[in-house]
């Protein structure tokens, strides 16, 4: 079953009638078919009504959850009954949920991070042939805080387990916290 998601367009105006949306694509430029809900690179129907909102004077929306949608990024535009763009807007969808582009953010960063960009590792703990087998690794969103207790972007729990001796390695876990 396909999630729901939403386009809203704020307006000028209170109450008007014959207003409409488009979602487009990024990926490969198709459009929403409003018939189906499939994308299409020649939309039959694209015009999506626009529902003012209860709570939101002058703010449009609709909602489809008729498809999946694949993961990436959609542009959703909005119009007046003459046809007129007033609004332009992008979606993120993951797994056919709407993510906000913070997260997709926060989630570059994560990736850098655990490329060894902007780490600190601390708390070490060591056995008696001193093999490391426990440290906590933070990730930071800039160089200068590095080590410290601002902008940690990810903390992460290291365990290793060891054989008999110095230098014994056999494995190696690393959780997010």
């Known amino acids: 079953m396909a ?17 409409y949306g488009r979602v487009k694509q990024v990926s490969n430029g198709y459009f929403l078919d409003n018939v189906d809900g499939d994308f299409r690179a020649v939309a039959a129907t694209p015009n999506i009504p626009l529902t003012e909102s209860l709570t939101t004077p002058s703010v449009y929306y609709f909602n489809d959850s008729r498809t999946i949608w694949d993961n990436g990024e959609y542009q959703i535009f909005g119009y007046t009954s003459l046809n007129v763009l007033f609004s332009v807007g992008n979606l993120y969808i993951y797994d056919d949920t709407e993510v906000s582009d913070s997260v997709i953010q926060d989630d570059i960063k994560r990736v850098l991070g655990m490329l060894h960009e902007n780490v600190s590792i601390d708390n070490t703990v060591y056995d008696t042939d001193n093999n490391l087998i426990s440290a906590r690794v933070r990730i930071y969103s800039t160089p200068s805080d590095v080590g410290t207790d601002t902008n940690v972007i990810g903390t992460y729990t290291v365990t290793a387990s060891t054989g008999v001796g110095p230098g014994k390695f056999l494995t190696w876990e690393q959780v997010r916290s």
């Open 3 to 19: 999630n729901q998601k939403s386009g809203y367009f704020p307006y000028k105006l209170t109450g008007q009638v014959g207003m």
